[in-house]
């Protein structure tokens, strides 16, 4: 069992950035990759950047890339999310998610165990 807490969420005008945590923990913690999917109103999960284990490799969806970095903290159990250049298109609930093994790439929501809360990022006009 994993539990995942996210924070770092809020409200930002356009053009402005934010930073995203998310912390692990459990009894144990295996995962090959960690991620973050974002949800709006209205609108299903989509998948926004995902980060491998241990081989330092990142996927980020089309609609984020150059804008937003995901990487690791140095316990390995955590990780962020560094979002640059926000757009009004990226207000949504985001949530961390980690997987219970498989093979990378994971951008899929399916492809994921274990999930946070969310944390809700309203960017304004």
């Known amino acids: 069992q994993v539990q995942l807490v996210e924070s770092g969420g809020g409200l930002v005008q356009a053009g402005g950035s934010l930073r995203l945590s998310c912390a692990a923990s459990?009894?144990?913690?295996?995962?090959?990759?960690m991620g973050w999917f974002r949800q709006a109103p209205g609108k299903e999960r989509e998948f926004a950047a995902a980060?491998?284990?241990?081989?330092?490799?990142?996927y980020y969806a089309d609609s984020v890339k150059g804008r937003f970095t995901i990487s690791r903290g140095n316990a390995r159990n955590t990780v962020y999310l560094q979002m640059n250049s926000l757009k009004p298109e990226d207000t949504a609930v985001y949530y961390c998610?980690?997987?219970?093994?498989?093979?990378?790439?994971?951008?899929?929501?399916?492809?994921?165990?274990?999930w946070g809360q969310g944390t809700q990022v309203t960017v304004s006009s």
């Open positions: 998610a980690a997987d219970g093994g498989g093979s990378w790439p994971k951008k899929h929501e399916y492809e994921y165990d274990y």
């Open positions: 980060i491998s284990w241990s081989g330092g490799n990142t």
């Open positions: 459990g009894r144990t913690f295996s995962s090959v990759a």
